[in-house]
């Protein structure tokens, strides 16, 4: 009998872990994806001024700025995290994939939303996959 009471301690003491860790996993949840969209000023001007420079020299060979703006270029990604369309641009120019510095990406980036009419702000955005998690691509307000 002993034993079994034992054992009961065990399995709850278990159940209250797992719910302690299942909270922390909602916590994350809802600090992350929720948590700002483009429409936050979520980079600076002169970074998509630095971003449109390496557009002009890695990307204009095979693309022009119209396949990155518009209604088809906005509803691909509108709803999705910002780090979808930062992995998409990393696959990028298509003749040497990863071949830029993950802050030009960054840039790249931060250019596309100028281009979009996306407002800046005052903090650059991070050229970092798991900041852009956090930042989602919304429809403009
Ligand atoms: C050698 C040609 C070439 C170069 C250079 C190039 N691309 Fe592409 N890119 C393509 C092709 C081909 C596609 C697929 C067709 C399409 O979606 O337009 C593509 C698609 C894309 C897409 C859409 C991906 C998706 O999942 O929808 C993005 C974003 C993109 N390119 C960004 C860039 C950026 C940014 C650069 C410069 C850093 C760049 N590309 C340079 C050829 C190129």
Known sequence: MIEMAGRKALVAAIAACVAVWSAAVAGAWTAGP??????????????????????????????????????????????KPLAELFEAVQTMPEDNPGSLKAQEY???????????????????????????A??????HP
């Open 34 to 79: 929720a948590s700002r969209s483009v429409n936050d000023g979520v980079y600076t001007e002169p970074q998509a001024a630095r971003g449109a420079k390496v557009f002009d020299t890695n990307c204009t060979a095979c693309h022009d700025t119209g396949r990155f703006t518009g209604e088809d270029f906005l509803s691909a990604w509108t709803g």
């Open 106 to 132: 960054g840039d790249v980036v931060a250019f596309f939303l100028q281009l979009n009419k996306y407002p800046a702000g005052s903090d650059e955005l991070k050229g970092d996959a798991e900041a852009m």
């Open 134 to 139: 956090g930042i989602a691509m919304a429809p």
